[in-house]
């Protein structure tokens, strides 16, 4: 039997690790974690990633979280909306909407999955051979027939098949999530835009939780001793329910994280035995709500790729399946940082000016803007095209 070891117990590795074990292949994931403890806040899962669940079976679970009804889209910080659109005119256009979960949640589904003996936690990857199949851990060795980087942002994997490649770079933004309980009024899926950077997102989440995220463009490494002071500092005075919501949180839940991106891809998305997988291959900015999403499309192509472990796999084939989706999507949710970030209000109001016009023109200019993303289907499933 062909062996796979997953470097990185992350949503990423997890998944690649429960569909290669599909394939018959035998995996290990390893962890530098001792414990994999609820970390994060929210993540969406878009209809693409979706359907590349429904290939290990998870899919449904995870769509049955799902809380996002009615109008959503985005606004500006008076709260006018620039475009929106409604739940049900993307679930009929794709065939599914978009499922926002606790991240801990889709860590347990995932986790759920895997055979208890496959994940070894608290093992630290020390060096990896892309040519021989190694991997070396304060534990021991493993080989393996493929290596499966998934070791996030910060990739040790990356940085050791690609010598001397630039690393990711800051995006010009920070970034704050948290979670709020909440029992009040509903609150609509939206995203509010300001201009130097600030975004402002409200999304509902099972449980009477609402997932709160928001960024700002401000210097690298800047960090506060009240982090939600910095929010109603930055959004105190925009739309409701926003003030609201932030006086409802708990400061000590808040997360915050500088946001870096990828810029120059890479010239692969393997080297040797290894294959590089989600943030360890292609990093992106948030604004398009896909690095989670895009971390499981290639897990689940990359064991689509292995088949049943008969050989070696033929990574050039993984690599030509994703590296140049996964570039425009980097690049593209890049612009779209770069146009929160606009400072001058005449290039404000031309932005908020051009999307409000164009949704009056173009009905879901929001949805289909997004066709060629969300209408992603898995190899070996039949394309459905948008409705």
Known sequence: MARAIVVGGGIGGLTAGIALRQCGWEVTVVERAAVLEPVGAGIAIAANALKALDTVGLGDQVRRLSRIQGVAGVRRFDGRWLTRTTEDVAAARYGDSVVVLLRARLVEILLDRLDPDVLQLGRTVQHVDPERGRVMTDAGDLDGDLIVGADGIGSLTRSLAF?????????????????????????????????????????????????????????????????????????????????????????????????????????????????????????????????????????????????????????????????????????????????????????????????????????????????????????????????
Do not use: K
């Open 163 to 387: 010598p001397g490649h630039p690393g990711p770079e800051y995006a010009g933004v920070t970034a704050w999530r948290t979670v709020v309980p909440w029992q009040g009024e509903p609150v609509r899926a939206t995203e509010t835009w300001g201009g130097r950077g600030r975004v402002f997102g409200v999304i509902p989440l099972a449980a009477d939780l609402v997932y709160l995220y928001a960024t700002d463009g401000v210097p690298a490494g800047l960090r506060a001793d009240d982090e939600r002071a910095e929010l109603l500092r930055a959004f105190g005075d925009w739309h409701e329910p926003i003030p609201t919501l932030l006086a409802a949180t708990d400061p000590a839940a808040v997360l915050r994280n500088d946001v870096y991106s990828l810029r120059a891809p890479l010239p692969a998305m393997h080297r040797g035995r290894v294959a590089l997988l989600g943030d360890a291959a292609h990093p992106m900015t948030p604004n398009l709500g896909q690095g989670g999403c895009q971390a499981i499309e290639d897990a689940v192509v990359l064991a689509h790729v292995a088949g049943e472990g008969a050989g070696r796999v033929d990574l050039p084939a993984y690599t030509a399946a994703r590296l140049a989706r996964a570039t425009a999507l980097v690049r593209r949710s890049w612009r779209v940082c770069r146009l929160t970030r606009l400072r001058h209000p005449v290039a404000l109001g031309l932005r908020d000016g051009l999307l409000t016009a164009g949704s009056w023109l173009f009905p879901d200019l929001l949805l289909r803007s997004m066709d060629d993303v969300l209408g992603w289907t898995p190899p070996g499933v039949p394309p459905r095209g948008p409705a």
